[in-house]
């Protein structure tokens, strides 16, 4: 991976998310430029009450482990399933092999996921700009297409608007997912 980007993106992370952060600006599995896909949505629903920080360093990037044993005794900890809707689609996404960020529109987690906040349009921005792996965005829900229809992709990166991945078909995921994996 070329230094000179991961540090342009480190150093837009440190200016764009504040410290301490308890939102969810963005979660992936190592640094964001490994990421051929990003996926957006409206903004978290599960209020993990923890500094995003804690899952994040320069070097490494984004620990998904460490995030998803939080996301799980969260969900636990609220007697709630491990695993709600949402979160099993992007875990399917994962499975196919696609290296994805997932983001939101707003990086404020909320209860029912659907509360508007505090924007995530800078950061949003900065990776449709910076991460020179990209080659497709997937935006599920109203808000996330909404926001895409406002913003100028890059001319190699293919857009799939879908539903909320909540109502959305594994079928139709994995139709998009073998798309943008034969692209």
Not at 100 to 107: A, M, P
């Amino acid at each position: 991976m070329n230094a000179s980007v991961t540090n342009r993106i480190s150093t837009q992370l440190h200016i764009l998310i504040p410290k301490p952060c308890f939102e969810r600006p963005f979660v992936c599995d190592g640094l964001p430029e490994t990421c051929v896909v990003m996926v957006i949505g409206e903004n978290p629903a599960v209020r993990l009450e923890t500094d995003w920080w804690t899952f994040w360093d320069d070097a490494s990037g984004f620990d998904l482990q460490k995030f998803d044993s939080a996301y799980a005794a969260k969900r636990k900890s609220e007697g709630k399933r491990p695993i709600p809707n949402t979160r099993a689609r992007l875990n399917r996404l994962r499975n196919t092999g696609l290296t994805f960020l997932e983001t939101n529109v707003y990086r404020n987690e909320g209860l029912g996921g659907h509360k508007g906040g505090v924007s995530n349009a800078d950061l949003l921005r900065t990776f449709l700009k910076e991460l020179p792996r990209l080659k497709a965005v997937i935006a599920h829900g109203s808000v996330a297409k909404a926001f895409l229809s406002r913003q100028s992709l890059p001319s190699h990166v293919r857009y799939f608007p879908m539903q909320h991945f909540k109502l959305e078909s594994y079928k139709n995921l994995d139709a998009v997912a073998r798309e943008i994996l034969e692209s």
